[in-house]
């Protein structure tokens, strides 16, 4: 992922726009989703042990490889919101840990 690629501008729905960072992008059963923080939000953590918000979407990839629309996951899609959630449990413990 280049630099460019690392952030998406998002558009509220009263046309404001704010920058996230994607945090990592994943495919499972032919489905893409991605993990993106609110730049703004993440400016302001302090250490490792504050708390930031994660948005995940599901995503439909460009034929340049980039990310394109973006799609919400359904609220009732329980098994889906779990993948999420088991997704970035792995990518905190493995991109967070610290060595002794």
């Known amino acids: 992922m280049t630099n460019e690629d ?3 501008t ?3 729905e009263d046309d404001t ?12 059963d ?3 989703y991605v993990l993106l923080t609110l ?12 708390e930031y918000s994660v ?3 599901k995503y ?8 394109g629309n973006l799609i919400e996951i359904a609220e009732s899609s329980d098994e889906e919101w779990e993948l999420v959630e088991e997704m970035l449990a792995t990518f905190e413990e493995t991109n967070f840990e610290v060595e002794n």
């Open 60 to 67: 439909e990839e460009l034929e340049d490889g980039s990310i």
């Open 55 to 57: 948005l995940a979407y």
């Open 17 to 28: 726009e704010v920058l996230a960072e994607v945090v990592f992008t994943f495919e499972n």
């Open 30 to 32: 032919g489905e893409n």
């Open 39 to 50: 730049t703004t939000e993440f400016d302001e953590v302090e250490d490792l042990d504050s």
């Open 10 to 12: 998002l558009i509220g």
């Open 6 to 8: 690392k952030y998406i």
